[in-house]
């Protein structure tokens, strides 16, 4: 999840601050992009994990049941659920406990 955030991070540095809307996920790479004119930029996962973008919350089950999936919520940030911002994108992930998977959240 954290090379996830650090690609929506450098997508805004290098995109005068506009945020990705969209991605594509091939073989453990990430392409995030945005509006025409905004330049797209890659990040990297291992192969193994699977990266799917999601458009409500909670995340879909695939998202919260394992923890070899990563959701990008774009235009909406961990703590608020209803509202849309357009400088804001959630990230959703599964860790593994020793009891259960636990979903967590990481703005991007």
Do not use: M, W
């Not at 458009?55 to 070899?68: E, K, R, T």
């Not at 703590?79 to 959630?90: H, L, Q, V």
């Amino acid at each position: 999840a954290d090379t996830i955030v650090g690609g929506i991070s450098e997508f805004a540095s290098n995109n005068n601050g506009a945020r990705p809307t969209a991605l594509t996920a091939v073989d453990g790479s990430v392409e995030l992009s945005g509006a025409a004119g905004t330049t797209p930029t890659t990040a990297k996962v291992p192969g193994s994990i699977t990266v799917v973008k999601i458009n409500f919350v909670p995340p879909n089950a695939i998202v919260q049941a394992n923890s070899g999936y990563i959701g990008v919520r774009f235009e909406h940030s961990c703590d608020d659920t209803a509202s849309t911002n357009p400088r804001a994108t959630a990230v959703y992930y599964v860790i593994e406990t020793s009891g259960d998977n636990k979903l967590e959240c990481a703005d991007g």
